[in-house]
């Protein structure tokens, strides 16, 4: 629920808070305001701010917004107060004054403390906050009472909760167009890629509080799953600038499989997440490769049209060393304008296996993979057809099937991380070692 500022004035203070809600629309704007009747009307009418008006002063508004401090729904009271001339209809001032004081909110009676109050709120970030409360195995109560605990004294935080019914990239996108200082997505690398999918392009920064199973993307980032160094983080408000892409239209930040990873994504449903958290996606791989098979494969990449049989095609835009299947390169590389593409051709299941092995290696010494039927390249933009038909997920998400269209987006995506991994040289596909 929106943060809430409550405005009141005397008879004779009216025109002093209308010229100051004007002075201050900008940041009166980021707030939900409440003010007793004729007050809020004036505001409304002489700074075009939308204002939830209760009952006049006379007939007990004032008492209505120390109730509303008294449930801990306001932050701020701004009351002009009329210390010559108040009339006998007018609210009293006391009321209001032991219920702030009670609960510790500011209480402004003149401009100067009205000035003071609105400086402070004015070097809040305002952010919006898209939390999933099914992701992880956590108590999500617990976790959201958590995160607005750690960064609301910091951060005009709106807080968003997910559902079913809930489009994720709409909700990111309305809070776009009310010009946030920065979206935060908590949840798994679900939510968090629908929430990042709508701020490529767009400079916003995206905070990422990690609740998922795999939380790659976070992982990847070097963003820690502990609630408390996560928010930390997005208090530091470090960002850095990171590749995109897009699959088939869809957004890509991590990563797009096809074939194996697919299937074993489909395999782990939520259920089993929930309850076995990432061994779910190990037992789900182990129950694929018993049905591992390959498939023809045409690969298209800077208008050269390749064919292999492939059992997996991992194309990468950010992964942690973690998602194996993406390690072909030996790293994952999430500011070098490159997609990491690799692909699979091994025909047994003990192949399959042996070639996981070599690319965790892989990964972990950050070199390419060297093996005959394990293919590896970096590009800037990939066509993968493949008859039969397969699966597509990308990041974690089934999105259809082949033929798959891969572009990436070159610094699209603004993020709130620590230090990010640094460029290297590019290796594009050309001068890969193992042609397709």
């Known amino acids: 629920m929106s943060q809430t500022i409550a405005l009141i004035a005397h008879d004779r203070k009216k025109d002093d808070i209308v010229n100051f809600a004007k002075q201050h629309a900008g940041v009166l704007s980021r707030y939900k305001l409440m003010a007793t009747a004729t007050t809020g009307g004036r505001i409304q009418q002489g700074a075009n701010l939308q204002v939830e008006r209760l009952l006049s002063g006379a007939l007990g508004g004032d008492v209505?917004?120390?109730?509303?401090?008294?449930?801990?729904?306001?932050?701020?009271?701004?009351?002009?107060?009329?210390?010559?001339?108040?009339?006998?209809?007018?609210?009293?001032?006391q009321t209001l004054l032991r219920i702030c004081n009670l609960h510790n909110v500011p209480l402004a009676t003149n401009l100067a403390t009205a000035e003071a109050i609105i400086a402070k709120l004015g070097q809040n970030r305002c952010g919006y906050l898209i939390f999933n409360p099914v992701s992880g195995q956590g108590n999500a109560e617990?976790?959201?009472?958590?995160?607005?605990?750690?960064?609301?004294?910091?951060?005009?935080?709106?807080?968003?909760?997910?559902?079913?019914?809930?489009?994720?990239?709409?909700?990111?996108?309305?809070?776009?167009?009310?010009?946030?200082?920065?979206?935060?997505?908590?949840?798994?690398?679900?939510?968090?890629?629908?929430?990042?999918?709508?701020?490529?392009?767009?400079?916003?920064p995206l905070g990422v509080i990690p609740r998922g199973t795999a939380n790659a993307f976070a992982a990847a980032l070097g963003i820690p799953s502990n609630i408390k160094r996560a928010?930390?983080?997005?208090?530091?408000?470090?960002?850095?600038?990171?590749?995109?892409?897009?699959?088939n239209l869809h957004p890509i930040i991590l990563l797009a499989g096809i074939g194996f990873e697919a299937e074993t994504v489909e395999r782990a449903d939520r259920e089993a997440k929930k309850l076995l958290g990432p061994l779910a996606y190990i037992l789900a791989g182990?129950?694929?490769?018993?049905?591992?098979?390959?498939?023809?494969?045409?690969?298209?990449?800077?208008?050269?049209?390749?064919?292999?049989?492939?059992?997996?095609?991992?194309?990468?835009?950010?992964?942690?060393?973690?998602?194996?299947?993406?390690?072909?390169?030996?790293?994952?590389?999430?500011?070098?304008?490159?997609?990491?593409?690799?692909?699979?051709?091994?025909n047994t299941k003990m192949e399959a296996i042996d070639a996981i092995i070599d690319l965790l290696g892989a990964a972990l010494m950050?070199?390419?993979?060297?093996?005959?039927?394990?293919?590896?390249?970096?590009?800037?933009?990939?066509?993968?057809?493949?008859?039969?038909?397969?699966?597509?997920?990308?990041?974690?998400?089934?999105?259809?099937?082949?033929?798959?269209?891969?572009?990436?987006?070159?610094?699209?995506?603004?993020?709130?991380?620590?230090?990010?991994?640094?460029?290297?040289?590019?290796?594009?596909?050309?001068?890969?070692?193992?042609?397709?």
Do not use: W
């Not at 801990?72 to 009293?92: R, S």
């Open 64 to 93: 209505q917004i120390a109730a509303q401090v008294a449930a801990n729904e306001v932050i701020a009271v701004i009351f002009l107060i009329d210390t010559l001339y108040t009339q006998p209809h007018e609210p009293d001032i």
């Open 366 to 436: 950050k070199s390419a993979v060297r093996r005959e039927d394990t293919i590896s390249f970096r590009t800037q933009e990939i066509k993968v057809t493949t008859n039969p038909p397969q699966k597509v997920v990308v990041d974690g998400e089934i999105i259809g099937t082949t033929p798959v269209e891969i572009q990436c987006i070159p610094h699209g995506l603004t993020v709130i991380a620590p230090v990010i991994l640094p460029v290297t040289p590019a290796i594009v596909s050309n001068d890969s070692e193992n042609e397709v």
């Open 231 to 247: 928010c930390e983080i997005i208090l530091a408000g470090t960002t850095h600038t990171i590749d995109a892409a897009r699959c």
């Open 286 to 346: 182990m129950q694929q490769l018993n049905e591992h098979q390959i498939f023809d494969t045409e690969i298209e990449v800077e208008g050269v049209v390749s064919n292999c049989q492939a059992g997996a095609i991992t194309i990468a835009n950010a992964a942690p060393s973690t998602s194996v299947l993406a390690q072909g390169m030996g790293q994952v590389i999430p500011n070098d304008g490159l997609l990491e593409v690799t692909i699979s051709t091994q």
């Open 142 to 204: 617990k976790d959201l009472a958590l995160i607005q605990q750690l960064l609301k004294p910091e951060i005009h935080l709106e807080v968003y909760l997910t559902n079913p019914d809930t489009n994720v990239v709409n909700l990111a996108k309305d809070a776009i167009a009310t010009g946030v200082d920065l979206i935060i997505a908590s949840g798994g690398d679900g939510t968090v890629s629908a929430v990042a999918g709508a701020t490529i392009g767009t400079g916003i």
